[in-house]
């Protein structure tokens, strides 16, 4: 195991929704505007954490079936107590080898996953195996190397001014690869055809420090899981830099934007 990944705790679906999951929810959304889709389709969605791009499908796409598939129990247990839906389903599975017939899917997405899969190529060719012939293949991921999480990077600026070791655990250091052009690539690498890319951006506002501080404390992903594996005194230490460094809006809340690329293509 890296010293990256030992900082990715991915069971906890309740803490990851308070890190991530508020974002997560937002950008979904915006991400099917920019897709278009078919109504009453059979739906795949690849790595479906806990459920924030499969509640987007059910309510505004009408979907006529939603798989998702994630290799974590804890998020699916999240993704299943957020609503039960008959035309869902949600099942433990590995992106790089999917449990599907190939050619029985409409529509095939992921929404910020494809960077967190040790083999990308893989996944985006199982999206398109499993997807019928003229189908619709998308997924979307964070902009960590341009800025585009600006949260993310105000935690790790703060934590590798204290600890050089921390520089590189940071989203931005260890997937370079996620900009436009470069997932574009991947997704033409692995057989997409007509291969488009967008992008989508929502504000990440925070109430004021605590409600910025509290989900890094809680272990559920990789900022957060390098958070609490610290001795609580360099702990106290990050979180008063945090605290000292943010900029603050007048009422005391703290605002960024997170941004995602988006990329669409067909099955051949």
Excluded at 42 to 53: F, N, R, Y
Excluded at 87 to 99: N, P, T, Y
């Amino acid at each position: 195991m890296t010293e990256a990944s030992r900082h990715d705790a991915w069971e906890m679906g309740d803490s990851y929704d308070l890190y991530m999951g508020r974002w997560s929810r937002q950008v979904a959304p915006l991400f099917l505007e920019w897709l278009r889709p078919g109504r009453k389709l059979d739906w795949l969605e690849v790595g479906c954490g806990t459920g924030a791009l499969s509640a987007a499908i059910l309510a505004d796409c009408d979907p006529r079936s939603l798989i998702g598939i994630d290799p974590s129990e804890g998020f699916l247990n999240k993704a299943r107590a957020n609503g039960e839906d008959p035309r869902a389903e949600f099942r433990v599975g590995d992106a790089q080898a999917l449990s599907l017939s190939s050619g029985t899917m409409d529509i095939v997405v992921s929404g910020l996953m494809v960077n967190f899969v040790p083999d990308r190529q893989k996944a985006l060719q199982e999206m398109a195996r499993v997807a019928r012939a003229g189908a619709t293949l998308a997924f979307y991921v964070w902009d960590y190397p341009g800025g585009g999480m600006g949260f993310m990077r105000a935690f790790w600026t703060a934590a590798g001014a204290l600890d050089a070791d921390a520089r590189e655990l940071s989203e931005d250091r260890r997937f370079p690869f996620c900009t436009q052009d470069q997932l574009a690539d991947l997704a033409r690498q692995s057989g997409w055809a007509d291969v488009e890319a967008g992008e989508v951006e929502v504000p990440t506002r925070f109430k004021n420090f605590e409600d910025f501080w509290r989900p890094f404390t809680l272990g559920a992903g990789p900022a957060p899981g390098y958070c609490v594996s610290l001795p609580a005194e360099r702990r106290q230490r990050l979180k008063e830099k945090l605290e000292a460094d943010l900029h603050y809006e007048s009422d005391g809340s703290i605002a960024f934007r997170a941004r995602a690329w988006t990329i669409r293509g067909g099955a051949a």
